[in-house]
């Protein structure tokens, strides 16, 4: 008996021989530095700007987003490490990408950057308030 992941694995390899498929097709790849300054611990995409096109966050001693195509680079915080596991997500569920991050430097120490799109100018609220929801007051309150 074998598992149904490995009768579907040798199906694959199977059909590629037979098909004449190759893994190794030749596909160059282009080498774009977008960033030789910064070390980047933390990788992530994501479409900060909106515009449709994904951009590079990265993180180390800094956490910058680079905006595609051009990679024009904006930093969003210094002064910490940031760890290598990143995450973009909306995670105050107005319709934007923010940005996680972990900072190294402090044990238990996990940051969120609100991303400051749209415009907040019809919205109003403190920011302890904007801490954990947006300041159109949607999102959760991340005390229990
Ligand atoms: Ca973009
Ligand atoms: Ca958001
Ligand atoms: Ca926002």
Redesign the pocket.
């Given at each position: 008996m074998f598992p149904l992941w490995f009768l579907n694995l040798i199906l694959c390899i199977g059909l590629c021989v037979f098909s004449g498929f190759s893994f190794a097709q030749d596909v160059p790849l282009r080498r774009v530095e977008i960033d030789s300054a910064l070390d980047g611990d933390g990788k992530a995409l994501g479409?900060?700007?909106?515009?449709?096109?994904?951009?590079i966050i990265v993180a180390g001693e800094q956490l910058a987003w680079y905006?595609?195509p051009g990679w024009a680079k904006t930093i969003v915080a210094g002064g910490v490490d940031f760890g290598t596991e990143i995450q973009v997500g909306d995670i105050d569920n107005d319709g934007d990408l923010d940005i996680l991050a972990p900072d190294t430097l402090k044990k238990e120490n996990v940051l969120w950057f609100e991303n400051p799109r749209p415009p907040r100018a019809a919205c109003h609220g403190t920011v302890a308030e904007t801490r954990h929801r947006n300041s159109c007051g949607r999102g959760r309150s991340a005390s229990p």
């Open positions: 479409d900060i700007d909106g515009d449709g096109l994904a951009d905006r595609a």
